[in-house]
C-alpha cells in the first residue's frame, strides 16, 4: 500500500443507517436495509405534529366536498313551509349531516397520539419501497413490516405489521394506512423543520444585535 491509500471497509449497516435522518434517509442498499432503517430512525415531535394537523386540515377538505357534493345534488329546500319548519328541509339538513358523517366512518378526524409515530415510520417505509420500485410493496402484502418498533402498554415489543390500538386491540398497518390515508398527505410534511427554524431564529438575532452596535 503506497502512502495515501486507504484500507476502506464497507460500513456496517448500522452505521449506514446513522448518516440517514427522517428527513434524508441513506441509499437503499437492500430492502432489509431499509426496514430496519425506519424501525429505528428518530422522529422528531416536530414532524409529528406536522402530520397531525396537516391530516386534520386535509380531512376537514373531505369533508367540506363531500357535504358541498350533497348539496349539489340535493338543492337546499326552503327552511319554512308557511309557519312551520319544512319537513324536506330536515331531510336535507339530515343528509348532509350523513354526508359529513361518512367521511368520518371512513377516516377518522385526527390521528391519535400514541399511533402518530408508527404511522410516520410506516408511511415512509411505504413512500420510499414504492419510490425505489422495491419489493413487497403491496399494502395487502405485510411482510415488509414485519420488523420490532417497540412497546406498547403491555411493555411487550410488537410488530409494525400491527399498530396498538388501545381497547380496540391492534390494526394492521395496511388497514391504518388505509384508514388514515397519510400517503395522501404533502411532501413537505416529513421534513423537520426545526433545524431551519432554530438557523433563521440566530440570524433574526444576530441581525438584531448587529443593529444594535
Same mark, same amino acid.
Given at each position: 500500500?503506497?502512502?495515501?491509500?486507504?484500507?476502506?471497509?464497507?460500513?456496517?449497516?448500522?452505521?449506514?443507517?446513522?448518516?440517514?435522518?427522517?428527513?434524508?434517509?441513506?441509499?437503499?442498499?437492500?430492502? /432489509?436495509?431499509?426496514?430496519?432503517?425506519?424501525?429505528?430512525?428518530?422522529?422528531?415531535?416536530?414532524?409529528?405534529?406536522?402530520?397531525?394537523?396537516?391530516?386534520?386540515?386535509?380531512?376537514? /377538505?373531505?369533508?367540506?366536498?363531500?357535504?358541498?357534493?350533497?348539496?349539489?345534488?340535493?338543492?337546499?329546500?326552503?327552511?319554512?313551509?308557511?309557519?312551520?319548519?319544512?319537513?324536506?328541509?330536515?331531510?336535507?339538513?339530515?343528509?348532509?349531516?350523513?354526508?359529513?358523517?361518512?367521511?368520518?366512518?371512513?377516516?377518522?378526524?385526527?390521528?391519535?397520539?400514541?399511533?402518530?409515530?408508527?404511522?410516520?415510520?410506516?408511511?415512509?417505509?411505504?413512500?420510499?419501497?414504492?419510490?425505489?420500485?422495491?419489493?413487497?410493496?403491496?399494502?395487502?402484502?405485510?411482510?415488509?413490516?414485519?420488523?420490532?418498533?417497540?412497546? /406498547?402498554?403491555?411493555?411487550?415489543?410488537?410488530?409494525?405489521?400491527?399498530?396498538?390500538?388501545?381497547?380496540?386491540?391492534?390494526?394492521?398497518?395496511?388497514?391504518?394506512?388505509?384508514?388514515?390515508?397519510?400517503?395522501?398527505?404533502?411532501?413537505?410534511?416529513?421534513?423537520?423543520?426545526?433545524?431551519?427554524?432554530?438557523?433563521?431564529?440566530?440570524?433574526?438575532?444576530?441581525?438584531?444585535?448587529?443593529? /444594535?452596535?
Amino acid at each position: 500500500m503506497t502512502e495515501g491509500d486507504f484500507d476502506l471497509e464497507p460500513l456496517s449497516e448500522e452505521e449506514y443507517n446513522e448518516q440517514g435522518s427522517f428527513s434524508f434517509p441513506p441509499p437503499p442498499r437492500s430492502l /432489509g436495509q431499509v426496514v430496519r432503517f425506519w424501525r429505528s430512525v428518530q422522529i422528531s415531535d416536530n414532524v409529528l405534529l406536522r402530520m397531525s394537523r396537516e391530516y386534520e386540515r386535509h380531512q376537514y /377538505g373531505l369533508r367540506e366536498q363531500a357535504v358541498r357534493e350533497h348539496g349539489q345534488a340535493n338543492p337546499e329546500p326552503s327552511q319554512m313551509r308557511g309557519h312551520r319548519i319544512n319537513p324536506d328541509y330536515e331531510t336535507w339538513i339530515a343528509g348532509q349531516n350523513n354526508a359529513e358523517a361518512e367521511v368520518d366512518a371512513e377516516h377518522p378526524r385526527s390521528i391519535p397520539p400514541h399511533w402518530a409515530r408508527g404511522l410516520a415510520r410506516a408511511t415512509m417505509l411505504m413512500k420510499q419501497a414504492i419510490d425505489l420500485d422495491l419489493d413487497l410493496v403491496d399494502l395487502e402484502d405485510d411482510r415488509v413490516y414485519e420488523y420490532q418498533v417497540g412497546g /406498547g402498554p403491555s411493555g411487550q415489543r410488537v410488530l409494525l405489521s400491527y399498530i396498538d390500538v388501545g381497547s380496540r386491540g391492534q390494526m394492521r398497518v395496511s388497514d391504518a394506512l388505509e384508514t388514515f390515508r397519510t400517503m395522501d398527505l404533502d411532501g413537505d410534511v416529513w421534513f423537520d423543520q426545526s433545524a431551519r427554524d432554530i438557523a433563521l431564529i440566530a440570524e433574526a438575532v444576530a441581525s438584531h444585535l448587529a443593529e /444594535g452596535e
